[in-house]
């Protein structure tokens, strides 16, 4: 369903709920080839009703109802084209996402509506990012250890120290190694229209380590992340493989980095950062914009547009290409760089 939509029905409180979750479920269905789950807290007012409207028991047994997301994670099956949907609410929780390759996890409200936070969760897998100090642990919300997962709808708080997600194959989960998931292929993962929301405590928002080939981060917003809102690094043998970032919207944190490349012991190979748009605010700025720090591949940045003081730290391998720089000014012509169209269609810089 259009957001607009969505958003238009849930003024309608419980009953617009379900007529969202009916169209989604609906078009859904139409799309994908899998079973669709519903993760709905179980104290809510709404989960009743979802049980009677909603409850499937499917062939293999698994049923559509589920009161954590952990749990309608744990009931799809990998390669069939599940579909996990998340009610509104505020979850503290942390998801581990193992052997489920090619799964969707979607909120069915996007935006504020769905929060995301680690905060409180019974269990915490901590990781330390490829590249800091030792003991610079952190937790995320999502752990990503399976190919062609899509993550989209979600707001995610940082607020506390939190990550947002963690993509990868887990050698730096010392929790989820020890449980047998070292070493999963994440290739391919999808994640968009997200909002990730670091509140200026925020370490990362997500985290990508030897992920394989082919993600794709795009269409998000990124704001006030103290550390990096996406950073791209591994410490194990496998490598971040044509990694796409793109039509993303990056808003400054306690300094921190919009964007981070970095090679520790995996590496990075053809990175293609793409039309996005970076922006500090009065008193908050990036370190930079892009910190492209990685010898061992080449990083594209192309068609970005910078509204920060420091833009671009890159390597002499990288290709930089078609971004938009712009500068201080008081909204008068001489400060300002802009393009003016003339009488009968010629342009001219003045």
């Known amino acids: 369903m259009k957001t607009s939509d969505v958003n238009q029905e849930i003024t309608h409180g419980n009953l617009g709920l379900e007529r969202v979750l009916k169209g989604m ?10 079973n669709v789950y519903i993760a709905c807290q179980s104290d809510r007012s709404i989960y009743a009703k979802l049980y009677s409207d909603f409850y499937e028991k499917y062939s293999d047994n698994s049923v559509s109802i589920h009161n954590t997301i952990q749990s309608g994670v744990n009931a799809t099956q990998a390669y069939r084209g599940d579909i996990v949907l998340v009610m509104p609410d505020k979850w503290q929780e942390q998801i581990y996402i193992a052997d489920k390759q090619g799964i969707a996890i979607k909120a069915v409200v996007p935006g504020w509506e769905t929060q995301m936070r680690p905060g409180d969760a019974s269990t915490k897998y901590a990781f330390t990012p490829a590249g800091t100090p030792t003991g610079a642990a952190t937790s995320a919300t999502f752990y990503v250890l399976s190919r062609s997962v899509e993550i989209s709808g979600f707001n995610f708080d940082g607020g506390g120290g939190y990550s947002g997600i963690y993509v990868g194959d887990a050698d730096v989960v010392a929790a989820l190694v020890a449980l047998g998931y070292g070493n999963e292929n994440a290739s391919s993962c999808w994640i968009h229209d997200n909002l990730f929301s670091g509140q200026g405590e925020g370490h990362y928002g997500v985290g990508l ?13 990124f704001e006030k992340w103290t550390k990096d809102a996406v950073r791209l690094g591994s410490y194990s043998s496998r490598s971040n493989q044509g990694v796409t970032i793109r039509d993303n919207e990056f808003l400054a944190g306690n300094s921190g980095y919009g964007v981070t490349v970095i090679n520790i012991a995996g590496g990075n190979v053809n990175t293609l950062i793409a039309r996005n748009t970076f922006r500090d605010g009065k008193s908050l700025a990036f370190t930079a914009a892009v910190n492209a720090l990685s010898t061992d591949g080449v990083t594209t940045i192309a068609g970005n547009h910078f509204a920060t003081l420091l833009s671009i730290i890159a390597q002499a391998t990288d290709r930089v290409s078609g971004n938009t720089f712009v500068t201080a000014g008081n909204a008068t012509p001489a400060s300002n760089h802009y393009i003016q169209e003339a009488a009968g269609g010629a342009e001219y810089a003045p």
């Open 209 to 221: 380590e030897g992920v394989g080939a082919g993600c794709k981060i795009e269409k998000n917003i």
């Open 25 to 34: 479920i609906a078009e859904l269905k139409g799309k994908y080839p899998g």
